[in-house]
């Protein structure tokens, strides 16, 4: 058999599962991958992806079971112990201690499973909070691409043998016997919002205060992971924490991310990310080409938009800011928060949206430009010119769009104040030419008079 990475057969495959299953796994390592399918093969007695492609075009229902294997769902509470002790003592501790008493939490368990993981972080935090204050204050969202796991997270019902890792006084105080098995603590479980959710594909889940994401990012490619971890950065907030599986790492080509604790896989957020990072995540379908080192032409570009006099941002296809200049973030007081977020819900997309819509721009895809807005920002009132230029890579695929904005608010006041001496000088000479006639007349009487002194 070929190399993997040669073999047409099982590119084939791929190539069928995206564009007929919407089940796009090109991002996952094709090693891991060959071996889950060649399980299948195996328990079907079947030999090459070929005509394992023919078997999955003729039994449908072999896809449920193809995908199963594929995203291994291996789960379980408290998976790796001395991590959540860690993450109970240290951590959580931390994510309160940064808060006001009544301020959400906000949690993301990202490849979920069937719920033990985000169920496990729940009982830490009703222990650390007490329930009623979780139940008021956590804010969970646990999301997986495997709908099967995602209806039994959503069942939070589970077997006495998966349980055994839970100390007893909290298996009573935190669930309840069914005859199907045990049942998380049902207040509690109406905290977790459960969704689907492909990390290779969706944008994240923002203001997050903990990102779990274990055992997940190790089937992905290396630049797969590159791109998800500028998802997470997007993610988090200044103060949150990313928490990934034992055997993982950070696969990155800038630490983005600094190590809290090496061992349990526990990260804080380190640099500012930079434009080739959110142009990574914006331009999905080459990856590859996103993530190569930056070249003299790419740091050229974004020197430019980094120096640019005027406020630039950089908006993505769905809308979002994905970017903005110094001058941008501090003429419209945007904060790292601001970006992936709509642009339309931000300062300069509201002065924009009652001269222009956005999303007719969008389809004409030409530059537009105008002249004088008035805009309220954080510096005031002020005057703009404002250029939106549609971008286009150089396969001529459009990407988004960058917006400049022209402060003309010191030419503004010129005009204003000249043209209120314009005004007045047209007051003074209408004042000078009836001064003008009167004088005139005087003289023309005086002409007369001297003419006839009878007059
Ligand atoms: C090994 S399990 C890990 C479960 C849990 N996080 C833990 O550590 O116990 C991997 C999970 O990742 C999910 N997964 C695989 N690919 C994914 C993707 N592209 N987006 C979201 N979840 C994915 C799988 O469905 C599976 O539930």
Redesign the pocket.
Known sequence: MAPPETNSEFEALLDYLKHNRGCDLTGYKHSTLMRRFQHRMQSLKIESYNNYLQYLQRHPEEYRDLLNDV??????FF?DHDAWTYLADEVIPKIIGSKEPDEPIRIW?????AG??IYSLLILLAEALGIENCLKRVQCYA????EE?IQQARRATYKELELASIPPEWLQKYFHPTPQGYTFHPALQHTVIFAY????QDAPISKLDLLMC???LI?FKPEIQARVLVRFHFGLKHTGFLFL?KTETLVHRRPIFTSFHHQHRIYTKASKLEISDYLSIAQKSSPQKALTPPTQEHDFWRTLFETNPAAQLAIDLNGWLIGANEQASHLFDLTPEDWNRPFQELVPGKILRSHISIQAFYRARSTVSLKHVEGVTAKGIKYFDITIAPVFNAQRQFLGVAITFADRSDYQQLTEKLSSTEAELDKLREAMHTTQMELEAAHQEMHLLDQDPTY
């Open positions: 995203l291994i769902n291996v789960t379980g998976r368990s990202a490849g979920c499973a033990h993981e999301t997986d691409a495997d796991a959710h492909d990390l290779t274990r055992n997940v089937y599986g």
